[in-house]
């Protein structure tokens, strides 16, 4: 997770659509901003706009698919601030037509636009970011038809396919660093990436069905998610650390199917006596990690304290620590019994339970059986013990779900099998 604030933000594609919509969120929030882009007025002027409001924003021209330029505006960069948010953002559209029948040099440029770009971006400030020790965000914008294919230019979706292969590869790489990744993968939205395609193109202007085509994605694009919204949930992600940015939740039943249909596909191995492929292996041997690592470690980490913690509650009952017993609850906590269904306090809690420990000698929490889930947990036990005045054996079973937040138990229901609960009432009472 990034705190956005008093930190220096690099964005390509600045000077207009997400990239100026993420630069004004990110100013909101205590960032400067660098807005580069080819269109160097375009970038000053959106620079200077956010100026105008306060912010500390810096507008520059960049080509990202030339090294030369990115070297330049590396240097700019540094002189205004240590870059340690990176918004590899700047994308064009792919122009249209069947596959075998496109322009190799419209090809080319869709790519060094929409993919090659983000090697250079990182490899300006990646290693600085990495580098630094401090809590930094690489943020690459994909698009959702990468993962959802409809039948548009073939350029614009496998860079953007190639751009959300970079994003899963990085996720793996910087697991173990000071930098945290997102990938942005956005629907519709007003922006002009038609517009920028057409001026920018490397070759004559689109004619006839293609241009028609051009044409129709501007009107359709015009009517998508204003840039603000989604700018403002990146903004959002970088600071909650969220590596998936879904700005379109109408997208996700066409993912839900594009993935049904290939997770179907898969069958019986090639080849049945084939041992099956060494994957833990492969990622020992790169020295990597599997995307989602510091996710599962720190889900990890929370189960071993909420263990640890009902282990020590447990125990401390056993050992009539009521003192312990009590700060293990919030000063908020709530205790509920299915015997009287009731609720009460941690106070009223160690009332009960010095009187249980007053009347059953030798307690013992046997036969435990402790499921952690996030945010507590439920065990499963029997109470066992003598009876102080008689010796009696005691044997209560129990299931309890406790909720924890930070090490506390903010909310105990506590189930007693009430045939044994009311034969112990029978006996301690007599």
């Known amino acids: 997770m990034t705190d956005v604030a008093g930190k220096t933000a690099f964005i390509t594609g600045g000077a207009s659509g997400l990239g100026l919509a993420t630069a004004r969120a990110l100013a909101a929030r205590g960032a400067s901003v660098i807005l580069a882009d080819i269109d160097a007025a375009g970038a000053e002027n959106a620079a200077a706009g956010l100026r105008s409001e306060g912010a500390n924003a810096l507008g520059l021209q960049l080509d990202v698919t030339s090294e030369d330029s990115w070297a330049g505006a590396g240097a700019r960069a540094r002189e205004f601030g240590p870059v340690r948010i990176l918004f590899s953002n700047a994308g064009v559209g792919g122009g249209s037509g069947p596959f075998e029948q496109y322009d190799t040099e419209v090809w080319r440029?869709?790519?060094?636009?929409?993919?090659?770009?983000?090697?250079?971006?990182?490899?300006?400030?990646?290693?600085?970011?990495?580098?630094?020790?401090?809590?930094?965000?690489?943020?690459?914008?994909?698009?959702?038809?990468?993962?959802?294919?409809?039948?548009?230019?073939?350029?614009?979706?496998?860079?953007?396919?190639?751009?959300?292969?970079?994003?899963?590869?990085?996720?793996?790489?910087?697991?173990?660093?000071?930098?945290?990744?997102?990938?942005?993968?956005?629907?519709?939205?007003?922006?002009?990436?038609?517009?920028?395609?057409?001026?920018?193109?490397?070759?004559?202007?689109?004619?006839?069905?293609?241009?028609?085509?051009?044409?129709?994605?501007?009107?359709?694009?015009?009517?998508?998610?204003?840039?603000?919204?989604?700018?403002?949930?990146?903004?959002?992600?970088?600071?909650a650390g969220d590596y998936w940015i879904f700005t379109h939740p109408e997208w996700k039943a066409m993912a839900e199917l594009v993935t049904a249909d290939m997770l179907a596909s898969f069958g019986t191995s090639?080849?049945?006596?084939?041992?099956?492929?060494?994957?833990?292996?492969?990622?020992?041997?790169?020295?990597?990690?599997?995307?989602?690592?510091?996710?599962?470690?720190r889900d990890m980490a929370e189960e071993n304290d909420i263990r640890e913690m009902a282990q020590r509650f447990f125990d401390a009952i056993e050992a009539g620590d009521i003192e312990t017993m009590v700060n293990s609850f919030t000063p908020d906590a709530e205790i509920w019994h299915n015997t009287d269904e009731l609720i009460v306090t941690p106070a009223q809690t160690a009332q009960t339970l010095t009187g249980m420990v007053a009347r059953i000698k030798d307690r013992e929490y046997a036969e435990r059986q402790l499921t952690a889930f996030p945010g507590g947990f439920v065990q499963q036990h029997v109470l066992k013990g003598k009876r102080v005045h008689d010796d009696g054996e005691v044997r209560l079973p129990c299931a309890i779900v406790c909720k924890v937040e930070n090490g506390k138990i903010t909310r105990l229901d506590e189930y007693f099998d009430s045939a044994h609960v009311a034969a112990f009432r029978k006996f301690a009472n007599a």
């Open 109 to 239: 440029w869709n790519y060094a636009v929409n993919a090659h770009a983000h090697l250079y971006a990182c490899r300006t400030f990646l290693g600085e970011m990495k580098a630094s020790g401090e809590p930094s965000h690489l943020v690459i914008t994909s698009s959702m038809v990468a993962i959802v294919p409809p039948p548009i230019s073939v350029a614009y979706i496998s860079s953007k396919y190639a751009t959300l292969g970079i994003a899963m590869a990085l996720r793996n790489e910087l697991a173990e660093s000071c930098v945290d990744i997102s990938v942005l993968m956005p629907g519709m939205s007003a922006t002009r990436i038609v517009e920028t395609t057409r001026e920018l193109r490397p070759v004559e202007v689109e004619v006839g069905k293609a241009a028609a085509t051009s044409q129709a994605m501007q009107g359709v694009l015009a009517g998508g998610m204003s840039p603000d919204k989604i700018g403002a949930r990146v903004v959002q992600a970088i600071e």
């Open 270 to 297: 090639a080849d049945p006596a084939y041992r099956g492929d060494d994957i833990d292996g492969l990622i020992a041997a790169n020295g990597g990690r599997m995307f989602g690592a510091k996710a599962q470690e």
